[in-house]
């Protein structure tokens, strides 16, 4: 096994749901602005995905994980979503 492959295949991959779950909490919202400004510092850290949302929800949030996926400049973004048959 080279470095290379033992490296990928040890490291951590970390996806954080803040900008979706930190909202699930009676009374804990974010504004627009502070979304974009958390995923951007999530995106400065070295988050490797960031779950901006559950964009169907609202227009809001729509358009905040759509914001955010734009100006993600190394995570990928990722918005929760539900499957019906």
């Known amino acids: 096994m080279t470095t290379a492959q033992k ?7 970390v996806f954080d749901t803040t900008l979706r779950d930190g ?9 627009f602005e502070e979304k974009l400004e ?6 400065d850290m070295g988050v490797d995905v960031i779950e901006a949302g559950f964009p169907i929800t609202s227009e809001g949030d729509f358009q905040a994980v759509s914001e955010i996926a ?4 190394n995570a990928v973004i ?4 539900r499957a019906h048959p």
């Open 78 to 81: 990722a918005g929760l979503s």
């Open 70 to 73: 734009r100006r993600s400049k």
């Open 38 to 43: 958390i995923a951007e510092m999530l995106d």
């Open 23 to 31: 909202e699930q909490c009676p009374g804990a919202t974010m504004t």
């Open 7 to 13: 490296s990928e295949k040890d490291r951590v991959i």
